[in-house]
Nanobody, 113 residues
Framework: QVQLVESGGGLVQPGDSLRLSCAASGIIFSVYHMDWYRQAPGKQREFVAR???????NYADSVKGRFTISRDNAKSTVYLQMNSLKPEDTAVYYC???????WGQGTQVTVSS
């Protein structure tokens, strides 16, 4: 049974940082490209970042320079380090295995003063 379990969300102030984690089980994690998506209230789910199996990242323009995606294949975990958070980063953040139907349950990130 495949599971993707996100953690690390919370309520922070503008300018703060958070690190999200997504622990995978039931898959050979190292061969999958892994994504982070987010969905704000009333909006469609949008791509945030991807890290391919070999480790190269790419980012949505809206987070480039502020967010960093990384992975630890030994721990079957993908991370999203989010710095200089803005209110518009408020959303539920989801982990996803690229080109599969595997999604996590999401973790809420709220950026508010």
């Amino acid at each position: 049974q495949v599971q993707l379990v996100e953690s690390g969300g919370g309520l922070v102030q503008p300018g703060d940082s958070l690190r999200l984690s997504c622990a995978a089980s039931g898959i050979i994690f190292s061969v999958y490209h892994m994504d982070w998506y987010r969905q704000a209230p009333g909006k469609q789910r949008e791509f945030v970042a991807r890290i391919i199996s070999g480790g190269a990242p790419n980012y949505a323009d809206s987070v480039k320079g502020r967010f960093t995606i990384s992975r630890d294949n030994a721990k079957s975990t993908v991370y999203l380090q989010m710095n200089s958070l803005k209110p518009e980063d408020t959303a539920v953040y989801y982990c996803h295995a690229f080109n599969t139907a595997y999604w996590g349950q999401g973790t809420q990130v709220t950026v508010s003063s």
